[in-house]
C-alpha cells in the first residue's frame, strides 16, 4: 500500500500527494452534503443524488498564506423539489453546515436541482 505525501509539492507545484486544503475541501463537501440531505428530509424530500464540490482558495495574505476563500458546488436530483425550495434549503445548509460554522472564509454556493 502506498502512502500518501504531503508536502510544498503538492500545494504549489502540482506534485503527487494532498494537502491539507484538499483535505478540508473533501471534508467541507462531504459534511454539506450530509447536511443538505438532513435539510431536504426535514422539508418532507429525499434527494435521489447529491454531488458536492468544495473549491478551496489558499492566498496569500498580510503575514502569510490564508484560505480565504470556499466554492461549494451542488448537483442534487429531489424529486418532488421545487427549484424555489431546493435553493432555499441549500443557501441555509451553507451556513449551517458544522463544518461551514467552523471555517473562517468567504464561502460562496451554487446549487443545481436537476429535474
Same mark, same amino acid.
Do not use: W
Given at each position: 500500500?502506498?502512502?500518501?505525501?504531503?508536502?510544498?509539492?503538492?500545494?504549489? @507545484?502540482?506534485?503527487?500527494?494532498?494537502?491539507?486544503?484538499? %483535505?478540508?475541501?473533501? $471534508?467541507?463537501?462531504?459534511?454539506? =452534503?450530509? +447536511?443538505?440531505?438532513?435539510?431536504?428530509?426535514?422539508?418532507?424530500?429525499?434527494?435521489?443524488?447529491?454531488?458536492?464540490?468544495?473549491?478551496?482558495?489558499?492566498?496569500?495574505? @498580510?503575514?502569510?498564506?490564508?484560505?480565504?476563500?470556499?466554492? %461549494?458546488?451542488?448537483? $442534487?436530483?429531489?424529486?418532488?423539489? =421545487?427549484? +424555489?425550495?431546493?435553493?432555499?434549503?441549500?443557501?441555509?445548509?451553507?451556513?449551517?453546515?458544522?463544518?461551514?460554522?467552523?471555517?473562517?472564509?468567504?464561502?460562496?454556493?451554487?446549487?443545481?436541482?436537476?429535474?
Amino acid at each position: 500500500m502506498k502512502e500518501t505525501q504531503y508536502g510544498v509539492g503538492a500545494r504549489f @507545484e502540482n506534485e503527487p500527494g494532498t494537502n491539507p486544503e484538499e %483535505l478540508i475541501g473533501a $471534508a467541507h463537501a462531504s459534511c454539506y =452534503s450530509m +447536511a443538505l440531505s438532513l435539510g431536504l428530509q426535514n422539508a418532507g424530500l429525499t434527494a435521489e443524488r447529491i454531488e458536492t464540490t468544495s473549491t478551496v482558495s489558499l492566498n496569500k495574505v @498580510e503575514g502569510g498564506f490564508a484560505i480565504d476563500k470556499i466554492h %461549494l458546488d451542488v448537483v $442534487a436530483s429531489v424529486p418532488g423539489a =421545487s427549484d +424555489a425550495q431546493f435553493q432555499e434549503i441549500a443557501e441555509a445548509t451553507k451556513v449551517g453546515c458544522p463544518v461551514s460554522k467552523l471555517l473562517n472564509a468567504s464561502m460562496t454556493l451554487s446549487a443545481t436541482l436537476n429535474s
